[in-house]
């Protein structure tokens, strides 16, 4: 193996875990030392599954299993499909036209001739966007379909399609119990994880928070309310602004929204533009990938919102917690999975219900302190890479006859 050494090295999770929990996972990694795993998805920022994918397939590494990570290509239509797919999965209507399938099933096609699959012993392919890429194979090691998105109300038209080739995997990997699907194949649930040691993630002094900041000229004077996403429609974000306006006759704060856009969701552009015409006094729209300006954002917030309506899991939510920031989140998906409502955050179910925590939480410091502690801890117990990693370890030898 190439040495690793510029990294984080997996050691420094003992702090957190503890020696005997990495002991463990060595223990476990070391009858499959070498390995050969490959991962597949569709973009290198923007999104949860590439935050994770980045530290997770390291950690792989560090622990012997030979890890790549590999990104399909493919133009802006095959996204608009893909896209499209992803939002009827998590329940929107879809179009489904035979020549957005020839686009989709084109795109795979040539991005399995040039993949080379075979030369691995595990396949990860994760969402969506590269499921088909199982047809141009005759398998000769087990592939795992790890999907992350909200699978609790998908359009039936489009899983009539799908499910097909998810039953050719041989296993399928979802983030909560009520995603499972009909499937013949075995299914399992692995909860996302955050890398505490990355920059968005990392300990930051006072001063190098308020410099990001300052660069982006946010001011510091009020509160903050944060919310840290896409502009996608599922996040909300016109909810979010509508709760703070709402609050504001009680309270008063800066609400700042923080979006990126992933290269595998051109809608997002769209959206951001839409919301632009809103931006007022103590309303921010920042579209910027600055990953520290994240990490600044979470840990200044008095309250972070994740006010989404559909979410696979919610990165951010254990994101903002781990900073002991407590989080508002839309009680949908992946996010009560993370809150427990009134202990450490709030979940609502509409717009009225977030400002009136929003309130809540503002006029009272003590809560927000009591709510942060919590918060952290249950990351710690629960949302840490090294718990991820060792379900893949599990997943992986599970195959091993
Ligand atoms: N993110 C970011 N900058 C932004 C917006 C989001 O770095 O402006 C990151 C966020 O910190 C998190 C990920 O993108 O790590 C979003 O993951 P999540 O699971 O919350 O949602 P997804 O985008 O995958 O639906």
């Given amino acids: 193996m190439e040495r690793l050494g510029v990294m984080t090295p997996i050691e420094k999770y003992a702090d957190l875990i503890g020696q005997a929990a990495l002991d463990r996972i060595f223990a476990k990694a070391r009858p499959i030392f070498g390995m050969r795993v490959v991962h597949i998805n569709s973009t290198?920022?923007?999104?949860?599954?590439?935050?994770?994918l980045d530290p997770l397939s390291i950690l792989m590494n560090q622990v012997g299993i030979e890890t790549e990570w590999h990104l399909l290509q493919g133009e802006l239509d095959f996204f608009s499909v893909t896209k499209k797919m992803h939002n009827a999965l998590q329940g929107a209507e879809i179009h489904q036209t035979q020549r957005k399938m020839q686009i989709y099933e084109e795109v795979l096609r040539k991005n399995a001739a040039r993949m080379h699959l075979?030369?691995?012993?595990?396949v990860v392919v994760h969402d969506p966007q590269p499921l088909f890429l199982i047809n141009h194979y005759t398998k000769n090691c087990p592939w795992i379909w790890r999907c992350h998105i909200d699978l609790s109300r998908p359009n039936p038209t489009l899983m009539n399609y799908l499910m097909p080739v998810m039953d050719k995997y041989d296993a399928v990997v979802v983030s909560a119990e009520q995603y499972k699907q009909r499937l013949q194949v075995p299914q399992r649930i692995f909860m996302p994880a955050i890398n505490p040691f990355s920059i968005k993630n990392k300990e930051l002094t006072e001063d190098e928070v308020d410099e990001r900041l300052w660069h982006y000229g946010i001011p510091t004077d009020l509160p903050l309310v944060v919310q840290v996403s896409r502009f996608d429609i599922w996040?909300?974000?016109?909810?979010v602004i509508d709760a703070f306006k709402i609050a504001?006759?009680?309270?008063n704060a800066t609400l700042v929204l923080l979006g990126n856009v992933a290269t595998d969701d051109p809608?997002?552009?769209?959206?951001?533009?839409?919301?632009l015409d809103q931006q007022e006094d103590r309303i921010i729209l920042i579209?910027?990938?600055?990953?520290?300006?994240?990490?600044?954002?979470?840990?200044?917030?008095a309250v972070v919102l994740q006010k989404s309506?559909?979410?696979g899991f919610g990165l951010t939510v254990?994101?903002?917690?781990?900073?002991?920031?407590?989080v508002i989140g839309g009680n949908v998906g992946g996010i009560p999975l993370q809150i427990e409502d009134g202990v450490n955050g709030f979940l609502v179910s509409d717009v009225e219900e977030a400002a009136d925590r929003i309130v809540r939480l503002l006029k009272d410091r003590r809560l927000r302190e009591r709510m942060g502690r919590h918060a952290r801890q249950t990351v710690i117990e629960k949302f840490l890479l090294t718990r991820l990693l060792e379900q893949y370890i599990d997943l992986f030898r599970a195959f091993e006859t």
Wanted: hydrophobic residues 30%; proline residues 5%; contains cysteine.
């Fill in 44 to 52: 290198y920022n923007g999104g949860g599954v590439a935050e994770m």
């Fill in 118 to 122: 075979n030369r691995f012993d595990r």
């Fill in 235 to 239: 996040k909300d974000p016109q909810g």
């Fill in 248 to 251: 504001r006759r009680q309270v």
């Fill in 267 to 275: 809608e997002g552009p769209a959206i951001y533009k839409s919301l």
């Fill in 287 to 301: 579209s910027k990938d600055d990953t520290c300006l994240v990490n600044a954002l979470q840990r200044k917030a």
């Fill in 309 to 311: 309506l559909r979410e």
């Fill in 318 to 326: 254990t994101e903002a917690m781990w900073k002991g920031t407590p």
